[in-house]
């Protein structure tokens, strides 16, 4: 699992990221509005943990960004406003849990894990985009009335692609989700399953379902 980190306090987010990480997460932390922004644009993230009082913006205007532009991963604020107001506004834009400074890594990590459970729990099983439907569960894929026939990896990629609509997936977060692995610029790989999947499911007379951005990645469109 992924954790994304947003804490300006040094101590703090090394402590926190440290923690995570000694527990089995993978967790990237880091100190800014923008520099969160530009994580979340780079890689794929389980939850946020998120600080609201940061250098550059305040978190709960980062919070409400991350829901409007489609980021539904659960997000527990972390912050040292812990008046009622702080935490209903926070709750009502889009926050899954609120904790309040000074804090104990244990009851962090309960919360994590039960927001995580809660995720996992509650996963949406169909997706669909246009006439295009995937149904998790059944392993199914179908546009329209026709069905379309996936390889495993290929079903994968489609779904990462489905549960992230308009957003840009880098080659790297393509290669990390479905490979497990880090990108490789020598090879062609997600070229070439990406042109399978576009022989599978789009026609001659289709407006495109992926953009391709050269020296970036591919979108859902």
Do not use: C
Request: aromatic share 8%.
């Amino acid at each position: 699992m992924r954790v994304l980190v947003v804490e300006d306090e040094r101590k703090v987010g090394q402590f926190v990221q440290k923690g995570l990480e000694e527990v089995g997460y993978s967790a990237t932390w880091v100190r800014t509005a923008r520099a969160a922004q530009d994580a979340l644009a780079e890689n794929p993230y389980d939850i946020a943990i998120l600080d609201l009082n940061l250098p550059d913006e305040d978190g709960l205007k980062l919070l409400q960004d991350w829901r409007v532009n489609g980021f539904n991963h659960p997000v527990l604020i972390l912050s040292a406003r812990d008046a009622t107001h702080d935490r209903v506004t926070g709750l009502n834009l889009g926050a899954d849990d609120y904790l309040a400074k000074p804090f104990s890594f244990e009851e962090l990590l309960a919360r994590v894990r039960a927001l995580l459970r809660r995720q996992s729990e509650t996963k949406t099983a169909v997706f669909e985009h246009r006439d295009l439907r995937l149904d998790i569960l059944g392993r199914i894929v179908r546009r329209g009335e026709r069905t379309i026939d996936l390889t495993a990896k290929e079903f994968a990629l489609l779904e990462l692609f489905m549960q992230n609509p308009g957003r840009v997936l880098t080659r790297a977060m393509i290669s990390e989700k479905i490979w497990d692995l880090s990108y490789d610029f020598d090879t062609n790989l997600i070229d070439v399953y990406m042109r399978r999947l576009r022989k599978k499911i789009e026609t001659v007379d289709d407006k495109p379902f992926f953009k391709t951005l050269r020296g970036v990645g591919y979108q859902l469109a």
